[in-house]
């Protein structure tokens, strides 16, 4: 007879060991059967909890967005706009906890129970500002690709801090030839990610929240 699951492992115990594999050997070293030994499990007892790398991966994603406060999203008490700003800032931040994990992103739709919790967060708050379905849903769409695209730059920005003692010297040193580029580097220093989620929900119409008295 086939071993079956061990009944002290859950999917959450999984999914950690699959993390711990992607943060120090990368994603393509995530696989069933590595992670298997990882946990000391057959790999066709992890069969019976994933059926492929692909829904382990899946799941990796799905537990960056369970860790969301949704709960604070919905509360009424705050105006939308600050919420849609925590709750974008939760999610970069929650993404920050796993270095590289966008890359899960691509593995395929992000049509999980938590992700699609997210997205329809989102949406309830724009229709409660009186948009109709369909722009919210558009607003939530540019929310969510304004979020991730952030979350790669920072993944990106991450790797070339950690590659820059090995990085080779360049090929050249004559003055840039995209000074404009290089400009708006320099003013762009810090964080850009508020102003440009501003920006975003100004165009949409979203007022900011009224100052307190």
Avoid: C
């Amino acid at each position: 007879m086939k071993p079956g699951p061990r009944r002290s492992i859950s999917q959450a115990d999984i999914v950690d060991a699959a993390f711990e594999i992607f943060e120090e050997k990368g994603g393509d070293a995530v696989s069933i059967r590595g992670v298997a030994a990882r946990l000391g499990l057959t790999p066709t007892a992890m069969y019976t909890y994933f059926t492929s790398k692909n829904a382990l991966q899946r799941a990796m994603v799905e537990q960056v967005f369970s860790k969301l406060d949704l709960a604070a999203a919905s509360d009424p008490s705050a105006p939308w706009r600050v919420r849609v700003q925590r709750l974008a800032a939760d999610l970069r931040a929650r993404f920050a906890e796993h270095p590289g994990a966008i890359v899960l992103v691509a593995s395929g739709p992000l049509d999980g129970r938590q992700a699609l919790s997210f997205g329809e967060t989102l949406i309830e708050g724009f229709t409660g500002e009186g948009m109709p379905l369909a722009d919210a849903a558009r607003a939530a769409a540019a929310v969510r690709a304004l979020v991730l695209g952030a979350i790669t730059l920072d993944a990106a920005a991450a790797g070339s801090d950690t590659d820059a003692a090995d990085a080779p010297a360049p090929l050249w040193t004559e003055a840039t030839q995209h000074p404009l580029t290089e400009a708006a580097e320099l003013l762009a220093q810090g964080d850009a990610f508020a102003s440009n989620l501003d920006r975003l929900l100004d165009g949409f119409g979203i007022r900011p929240a009224s100052p307190i008295e």
